[in-house]
């Protein structure tokens, strides 16, 4: 609402037909009730045309006090208008109002000739009143006298002629209007009647935007988290036990990270991440072509093959747009499942078993995931995350992390939600409402920074929009 206020406020400095159209609209709103209340007047007035002696005598007197504030009034209204009609009418104003849309001057000059009408009869029926105050004030005629007096020659009555000053006085606050109706055609007036349309509702939807979201994370914080932690249950993918062989093994992560392949064996990777490469490459359209949608919702699609020869063969990656990625190398033989966020993958060495599991509830809700990606079986995976990628074992305990730093986790780990502790960064949008708790003795992966994605607004939108569908979905 402060920026729209701003704005309107540069808009009037730098316009100042906006300041002008303003004020007309002030001055149109002013002519709408006096109109109104002259128009009742004058449906008064007519009620009192055959009044008597005593009822002229307090008309006269009060046309006398009325004519000389008409007077005043009308010569005052001239001149504005004619103040008006200078403006309008300047070489500038004629050009513009040639090339736009109304004729303001042609308006206002009518105006003009009309308040110059009216100060002609406010005069006349000023000078009336004056000579029949001092018909009626004469002592030495008679009633009857002073009656015929005033209707001498066809003269109107006193109470006909405050009728026909009030329709004057009508008939000028119409001109005026239809020279104001004429100015407000012009874009300054369309502006002002658009703003004084609508402000009301802007300052409402400023209000909501400032107050309510502060509201709703606070009733997010203290009433529906501690609800949702009570009741919910934790997510298990896996409740078999894993073979006594099972082994995971977990290198540290780096920049750019070697791989070597021995004989025969396969990695498949991003196309865009694979660097230097000794050994046989081709290209492959989708990496599990049993789980099409999978792989190219995932971005696992234009992958290069490479595949070990004879001798040592050695693939590099690294990525190509982000300085900040780290990539680690993850091996492991015959594993329950290793749950990994598709977008994090960016190669895979061996033929790893890739399936789904899809899990619903308050937990799944509360995550906004109801379907995880696992990788399981024997093979390696190459993650990538953003500033470092960490593995962190719970040892039997609880960890928790922030939802959105997390890139996945061993299936033999239980999955439950917290509300985070930090309640001032949360209000102030800085961290999540709802933190990832793990518990077993096996690790999860996390980076350590989010990229922010792209920049320009709409982008932005879009960008959440199919981030979190994405999310529900496990990518």
Same mark, same amino acid.
């Given at each position: 609402?402060? @920026?729209?206020?701003? +704005?309107?406020?540069?808009?009037?400095?730098?316009?100042?037909?906006?300041?002008?159209?303003?004020?007309?609209?002030?001055?149109?709103?002013?002519?709408?009730?006096?109109?109104?209340?002259?128009?009742?007047?004058?449906?008064?007035?007519?009620? /009192?045309?055959? +009044?008597?002696?005593? @009822?002229?005598?307090?008309?006269?007197?009060?046309?006398?006090?009325?004519?000389?504030?008409?007077?005043?009034?009308? /010569?005052?209204?001239?001149?504005?208008?004619?103040?008006?009609?200078?403006?309008?009418?300047?070489?500038?104003?004629?050009?513009?109002?040639?090339?736009?849309?109304?004729?303001?001057?042609?308006?206002?000059?009518?105006?003009?000739?009309?308040?110059?009408?009216?100060?002609?009869?406010?005069?006349?029926?000023?000078?009336?009143?004056?000579?029949?105050?001092?018909?009626?004030?004469?002592?030495?005629?008679?009633?009857?006298?002073?009656?015929?007096?005033?209707?001498?020659?066809?003269?109107?009555?006193?109470?006909?002629?405050?009728?026909?000053?009030?329709?004057?006085?009508?008939?000028?606050?119409?001109?005026?209007?239809?020279?104001?109706?004429?100015?407000?055609?012009?874009?300054?007036?369309?502006?002002?009647?658009?703003?004084?349309?609508?402000? /009301?509702?802007?300052?409402?939807?400023?209000?909501?935007?400032?107050?309510?979201?502060?509201?709703?994370?606070?009733?997010?914080?203290?009433?529906?988290?501690?609800?949702?932690?009570?009741?919910?249950?934790?997510?298990?993918?896996?409740?078999?036990?894993?073979?006594?062989?099972?082994?995971?093994?977990?290198?540290?992560?780096?920049?750019?990270?070697?791989?070597?392949?021995?004989?025969?064996?396969?990695?498949?990777?991003?196309?865009?991440?694979?660097?230097?490469?000794?050994?046989?490459?081709?290209?492959?359209?989708?990496?599990?072509?049993?789980?099409?949608?999978?792989?190219?919702?995932?971005?696992?699609? @234009?992958? *290069?093959?490479?595949?070990?020869?004879? *001798?040592?063969?050695?693939?590099?990656?690294?990525?190509?747009?982000?300085?900040?990625?780290?990539?680690?190398?993850?091996?492991?033989?015959?594993?329950?499942?290793?749950?990994?966020?598709?977008?994090?993958?960016?190669?895979?060495?061996?033929?790893?078993?890739?399936?789904?599991?899809?899990?619903? $509830?308050?937990?799944?809700?509360?995550?906004?995931?109801?379907?995880?990606?696992?990788? #399981?079986?024997?093979?390696?995976?190459?993650?990538?995350?953003?500033?470092?990628?960490?593995?962190?074992?719970?040892?039997?305990?609880? *960890?928790?992390?922030?939802?959105?730093?997390?890139?996945?986790?061993?299936?033999?780990?239980?999955?439950?939600?917290?509300?985070?502790?930090?309640?001032?960064?949360?209000?102030?949008?800085?961290?999540?409402?709802?933190?990832?708790?793990?518990? $077993?003795?096996?690790?999860?992966?996390?980076?350590?920074?989010? #990229?922010?994605?792209? +920049?320009?607004?709409?982008?932005?939108?879009?960008? *959440?929009?199919?981030?979190?569908?994405?999310?529900?979905?496990?990518?």
């Amino acid at each position: 609402m402060l @920026s729209l206020f701003l +704005a309107w406020l540069l808009v009037q400095v730098a316009v100042p037909s906006v300041r002008d159209a303003m004020a007309d609209r002030e001055r149109s709103e002013e002519l709408a009730a006096e109109r109104s209340a002259l128009e009742t007047r004058l449906n008064d007035l007519e009620t /009192k045309v055959n +009044a008597g002696l005593d @009822s002229t005598q307090r008309v006269v007197d009060a046309q006398v006090a009325n004519g000389r504030r008409d007077v005043a009034n009308r /010569k005052a209204d001239l001149e504005r208008l004619r103040n008006k009609e200078d403006d309008v009418c300047g070489v500038v104003r004629e050009v513009v109002a040639w090339a736009l849309p109304g004729n303001a001057c042609k308006t206002a000059r009518a105006a003009v000739a009309q308040a110059d009408k009216t100060l002609d009869d406010a005069e006349a029926k000023f000078g009336e009143a004056q000579k029949d105050a001092a018909t009626l004030r004469d002592p030495d005629l008679s009633n009857q006298e002073k009656l015929e007096r005033l209707r001498e020659g066809g003269r109107a009555t006193p109470e006909e002629r405050n009728i026909d000053s009030t329709e004057q006085q009508l008939q000028q606050f119409r001109a005026e209007q239809a020279s104001l109706a004429e100015k407000e055609s012009t874009p300054a007036g369309f502006l002002v009647a658009q703003w004084s349309r609508v402000w /009301k509702i802007f300052l409402a939807i400023a209000v909501l935007v400032l107050v309510v979201p502060p509201i709703l994370r606070v009733l997010n914080y203290f009433l529906l988290m501690p609800l949702v932690r009570s009741r919910a249950r934790p997510i298990d993918l896996w409740s078999e036990p894993a073979a006594k062989d099972t082994a995971l093994v977990l290198a540290p992560a780096e920049r750019t990270l070697e791989v070597q392949l021995g004989e025969g064996q396969v990695m498949t990777a991003r196309s865009e991440h694979v660097r230097p490469v000794q050994g046989k490459v081709r290209s492959r359209l989708l990496y599990d072509w049993s789980s099409p949608f999978i792989s190219f919702g995932a971005g696992l699609y @234009s992958m *290069s093959r490479v595949t070990g020869g004879g *001798s040592l063969t050695s693939a590099t990656l690294s990525t190509p747009d982000n300085p900040d990625s780290y990539l680690m190398r993850i091996d492991f033989v015959d594993h329950p499942g290793l749950v990994m966020h598709p977008k994090h993958v960016v190669g895979v060495v061996g033929d790893p078993e890739l399936r789904t599991a899809w899990r619903w $509830g308050l937990t799944a809700l509360a995550r906004w995931q109801v379907r995880y990606i696992l990788f #399981s079986g024997t093979g390696s995976l190459i993650v990538e995350g953003s500033g470092d990628v960490n593995a962190t074992n719970p040892d039997g305990g609880s *960890s928790r992390m922030d939802q959105h730093l997390v890139m996945g986790f061993d299936t033999r780990l239980t999955v439950g939600v917290d509300r985070t502790e930090v309640f001032w960064p949360y209000l102030r949008g800085k961290t999540s409402l709802v933190d990832d708790r793990f518990v $077993g003795e096996a690790p999860f992966f996390w980076q350590k920074s989010n #990229s922010d994605g792209p +920049a320009n607004p709409v982008a932005r939108a879009f960008n *959440s929009v199919f981030s979190a569908l994405g999310k529900l979905l496990g990518f």
